[in-house]
C-alpha cells in the first residue's frame, strides 16, 4: 500500500513530498528525489516545537545509521503569516512510517523528547528563568512598585504558558512504533 504526506516545512520554499511505498520512502524536494530504505534507519525521533500562538507544531526526525537525517512537520506553511495543521494527515502518516520503520528494521529506536543532553540544560534554564522572575516579584511588592511587579507576573504567565509545554511534552522518553506517543500528535478533531 501506498502513503503520500506533502507539507511546506518553511513560509519560504516549495512542499516536500514523502511517498511510503512497503519498506522504501522516496523523498521529493522539488529539486532532488531521495530513495530512503527503511531498513537502514537507527532512530525516530518525534519533538513538539514551539510554533506561534495559535499553533503547534510537532515534527518526526528519521536517522539513518550513516547519519543522515530528515523531518517532517504537521505545519504545512502557506505564506510567512498563514500556516494551517495537516492534523489526520500527519498522524496517519506518522504511525504508518513507524510502522514501515519496525517492520523493515526490528532494532530502529523510537525516542520521544528531545535529547537528555538538550532537555535537561533547557528544563533548568526555565526554572532559573522562573525563580528570577518571582525574585523579581517579591522585590518589586516589597518595595511598593506595584505596578512593575505586575508586569513581572505577567512576563511569568506568559513564560509559563509557552515553555511548559516544551519542558513537559519534550522530556526522552521511549516508545514503541505500534504505540506512538499521543501527546506528540497533533489532536484529532
Known sequence: MTQTYTHSPKPFGGPI????MGEKLTVDSG?????????A?????????PGRLAQKSFRTK???????????NSLDWKSLVEARELTREYRAFAQSLCEAIARANPRARFVAGKPLGLWLPTSALAIASLLAMAYLIWQALRMGATGVALLGALFAVMGVWQIEPMIRLNKPRPFRAGALPAELLPKAP
Open 17 to 20: 513530498s514523502f511517498t511510503l
Open 31 to 39: 529539486r532532488k528525489v531521495h530513495e530512503v530504505q527503511l531498513g
Open 41 to 49: 534507519v537507527s532512530t525516530v525521533r518525534m519533538t513538539f516545537e
Open 62 to 72: 528519521v536517522v539513518m545509521r550513516d547519519g543522515k537525517s530528515f523531518t517532517f
